[in-house]
């Protein structure tokens, strides 16, 4: 299954610096901010999701839409490696709910790095 969209929440956000990051803004195009049912973790350098349906339980990001999904995801999965799997998730823009790719970590979250806000970004 090749969906169109995809969910980024951390080193692939806009203005991460990334290149990856770069490569993403330049190939396809911003939907807009979105968020999913999940729990964000500080890993360090980069950020980790793992699925929960807590009503409280929200991770903040951004949606693309991408212009050949194929090609793209293949460079991405190569990026973020064995520790994260790309499934299928809801997320929710303003405009509504889609289904959308999203790198979900396959580790045991850290005790106590889990970011409350679910933004990356902000890391509290």
Same mark, same amino acid.
């Given at each position: 299954?090749? +969906?169109?969209?995809? /969910? &980024?929440?951390g080193?692939l956000? *806009?203005?991460s610096?990334?290149? /990856?990051?770069?490569?993403l803004e330049?190939?396809?195009?911003? @939907?807009?901010n979105? *968020?999913?049912?999940?729990r964000? $973790?500080?890993?360090?350098? $980069? #950020?980790? &999701?793992?699925?929960?349906?807590?009503? =409280?339980?929200? @991770?903040? =990001?951004? &949606? /693309?839409r991408?212009t050949q #999904?194929?090609?793209? +995801?293949?460079?991405?999965?190569?990026?973020e490696?064995?520790? /994260?799997?790309? @499934?299928?998730?809801? &997320?929710?823009l303003?405009?509504?709910m889609?289904?959308?790719?999203v $790198?979900?970590?396959?580790?045991?979250?850290?005790e106590?790095?889990?970011?409350?806000?679910?933004?990356?970004i902000?890391?509290a």
């Amino acid at each position: 299954m090749i +969906l169109p969209y995809l /969910f &980024v929440y951390g080193t692939l956000r *806009r203005g991460s610096g990334n290149r /990856f990051a770069r490569l993403l803004e330049s190939q396809a195009r911003l @939907v807009g901010n979105a *968020r999913m049912q999940g729990r964000i $973790y500080n890993l360090g350098r $980069y #950020p980790g &999701v793992t699925p929960s349906d807590g009503p =409280g339980d929200w @991770v903040r =990001g951004e &949606v /693309f839409r991408l212009t050949q #999904p194929a090609a793209m +995801l293949a460079k991405l999965d190569a990026y973020e490696g064995p520790l /994260f799997a790309r @499934v299928p998730q809801r &997320v929710y823009l303003p405009s509504g709910m889609h289904l959308a790719w999203v $790198y979900l970590y396959k580790g045991t979250p850290p005790e106590g790095r889990r970011i409350i806000s679910g933004e990356w970004i902000r890391r509290a």
